[in-house]
T-cell receptor, first 114, second 108 residues
Framework: KAGVTQTPRYLIKTRGQQVTLSCSPI?????VSWYQQTPGQGLQFLFE???????NKGNFPGRFSGRQFSNSRSEMNVSTLELGDSALYLC?????????????FGEGSRLTVL | TQLLEQSPQFLSIQEGENLTVYCNSSSVFSSLQWYRQEPGEGPVLLVTVVTGGEVKKLKRLTFQFGDARKDSSLHITAAQPGDTGLYLCAGVIDKIIFGKGTRLHILP
């Protein structure tokens, strides 16, 4: 059974640009959550999608957005990039909504903003 | 606001020693999970504890959920170099929120 796949694995952007990250969940998993991981703040919850609808959102500015497609694949977008957006962005999938089960994580997309 | 506080942040000990990592919060959780993350990979679930006072063992790892379901501990007996990694506790409310983690290094 294939795991969670995130693309791209690494990317470098400059301030002011925008970026789109992609996540393919484990087959059959309908919930996809996104987290930002930095050395100073740890893993911070961005949002969760279930059946193409955003069900939960963390405390991030509106520059961070996401969506989920009918096949459960998800994308997140960050617009007007800032230096502080440099981080590892992790996607996790699970079968149920709201953290009721085990999160299966991808390897992450490491974003560097220059 | 970080709802889950983990301590210590860093721990470096010799192989064979015992250690305990703590996860504390003022919030009550429906359950609490422990994950381990290795470099270049995403976190992997070790255990989920659900009932206040619950104790679960995974080989040399012992996990305990506080009676009030606000805190948890992870105890490792006779640590081995393979235990090296970032240990994350995660509390479940309507979503899963993570502590900042304890970076553990076991010296051979």
């Amino acid at each position: 059974k294939a795991g969670v796949t995130q693309t791209p694995r690494y990317l470098i952007k400059t301030r002011g640009q925008q970026v789109t990250l992609s996540c393919s969940p484990i087959s059959g998993h309908r919930s996809v959550s996104w987290y930002q991981q930095t050395p100073g703040q740890g893993l911070q919850f961005l949002f969760e999608y279930f059946s193409e609808t955003q069900r939960n959102k963390g405390n991030f500015p509106g520059r961070f957005s996401g969506r989920q497609f009918s096949n459960s694949r998800s994308e997140m977008n960050v617009s007007t990039l800032e230096l502080g957006d440099s981080a590892l962005y992790l996607c996790a999938s699970t079968t149920r909504l709201g953290g009721a089960g085990e999160l299966f994580f991808g390897e992450g997309s490491r974003l560097t903003v220059l | 606001t970080q709802l889950l506080e983990q301590s210590p942040q860093f721990l470096s000990i010799q192989e064979g020693e015992n250690l305990t990592v703590y996860c504390n919060s003022s919030s009550v959780f429906s359950s609490l999970q422990w994950y381990r993350q290795e470099p270049g990979e995403g976190p992997v679930l070790l255990v989920t504890v659900v009932t206040g006072g619950e104790v679960k063992k995974l080989k040399r790892l012992t996990f305990q959920f506080g009676d009030a379901r606000k805190d948890s501990s992870l105890h490792i007996t006779a640590a081995q170099p393979g235990d090296t990694g970032l240990y994350l506790c995660a509390g479940v409310i309507d979503k899963i929120i993570f502590g900042k983690g304890t970076r553990l290094h076991i010296l051979p």
